[in-house]
T-cell receptor, first 112, second 113 residues
């Protein structure tokens, strides 16, 4: 059974710092992995989608990597800003069926 | 703007009442999903529809029913609401089976008293 873990559950950093959010999964038979951002009281906004054949994806200040063999993905945020404060979730789509498992998220607070 | 639209955004129900949550997408996606999000538990799949005309149970289907009305619309019904169904409900869609990722609606915050 696929399990997705995000550590830490919460993170507070000063503005301007580069930071890494972690997502680990137990079953390497994945189709893709997607990173989302969720602002308080809002829905999920897709940030990056990495297919299983890819190693990384980049969008602006965000870079997501995928290492299936170790069951890990990281979301790198460069030069963090207060506007980056939100909860970040990763979601793993397994190869069999329609199963997508979500992590519980990392709540990020960037201090001005 | 293209995307997934959910109604209502907020709802308070009394125990035993029924209601239907509506979801529509205008991206011509084949697959649609209903999730619930509870503190500390992440998102859990209630029901999904792989394509028009099909629906299947997810992880937590008890107490819910769904209808895939057409390719655009997928509704979630609570026949007899219970306090345990207090949650935030999200509808999502994908081109097919999540192989190209998901698009989420803004959510419905439901409180059952």
């Amino acid at each position: 059974k696929q399990e997705v873990t995000q550590i830490p559950a919460a993170l507070s950093v000063p503005e301007g710092e580069n930071l890494v959010l972690n997502c680990s999964f137990t079953d390497s038979a994945i189709y893709n992995l997607q990173w989302f951002r969720q602002d308080p009281g809002k829905g999920l906004t897709s940030l990056l989608l990495i297919q299983s054949s890819q190693r990384e994806q980049t969008s602006g200040r965000l870079n997501a990597s995928l290492d299936k063999s170790s069951g890990r993905s990281t979301l790198y945020i460069a030069a963090s800003q207060p506007g980056d404060s939100a909860t970040y979730l990763c979601a793993v789509r397994n190869t069999g069926g329609f199963k997508t498992i979500f992590g519980a998220g990392t709540r990020l607070f960037v201090k001005a | 703007n293209a995307g997934v639209t959910q109604t209502p955004k907020f709802q308070v129900l009394k125990t035993g009442q029924s209601m239907t949550l509506q979801c529509a997408q205008d991206m011509n996606h084949n697959s649609m999903y209903w999730y619930r999000q509870d503190p500390g538990m992440g998102l859990r799949l209630i029901y999904y529809s792989a394509s028009e005309g099909t629906t299947d149970k997810g992880e937590v289907p008890n107490g819910y029913n769904v209808s895939r009305l057409n390719k655009r619309e997928f509704s979630l019904r609570l026949e007899s609401a219970a306090p345990s169904q207090t949650s935030v409900y999200f509808c999502a869609s994908s081109e097919y089976a999540g192989v190209y990722g998901y698009t989420f609606g803004s959510g419905t915050r439901l409180t059952v008293v």
